[in-house]
């Protein structure tokens, strides 16, 4: 019987080292994250923006489908590299809207998954509706 600690990992799974606090542990601690997490992490970071709507691609449903998911993760050696689409509320200042989603996105990734962002890009897709 394998437990879920020894299944092998899965191609999209990322592994972080953390030192653990107080004294050194006897085998070095790895915790792996799923890319799924690191969807959800950039998506509920966006979110928390007012002036952002929904994350998704504009148009018809068979458009978007066509077009791909509005997030895309990218785990290179260098860092994370991220790519959102944003509908925004109208009314918005969009550069700063997306000035400030790239930074939180960006923020709530290192904090969380104590990884190294290397780009976060914010692409407003369109506005309302």
């Known amino acids: ?3 879920e600690l020894e ?3 899965e191609s999209d799974d990322l592994v ?4 653990p606090l107080g004294p050194p542990a006897a ?3 790895e915790l792996t994250v799923s890319r799924a997490v690191i969807l959800e992490v950039a998506q509920l970071a966006a ?3 007012p002036d952002v ?3 998704a691609r504009r148009g018809p449903p068979w458009r978007a489908a066509l077009a791909g998911p509005p997030i895309r993760v990218r785990v290179r050696r260098e860092g994370i590299e991220l790519e959102l689409r944003v509908i925004a509320r109208p009314g918005s200042d969009l550069a700063a809207m997306g000035r400030q989603v790239r930074d939180a996105v960006g923020l709530a ?6 990884q190294t962002v290397r780009s976060v890009t914010i692409l407003v897709d369109g506005v309302g509706g």
């Open 47 to 49: 979110l928390e923006h």
């Open 7 to 9: 299944q092998p990992l």
């Open 109 to 114: 990734v290192e904090r969380l998954l104590g």
């Open 1 to 3: 019987m394998t437990t």
């Open 16 to 19: 972080v080292d953390a030192e």
């Open 27 to 29: 085998e070095p601690i």
């Open 53 to 55: 709507l929904r994350i």
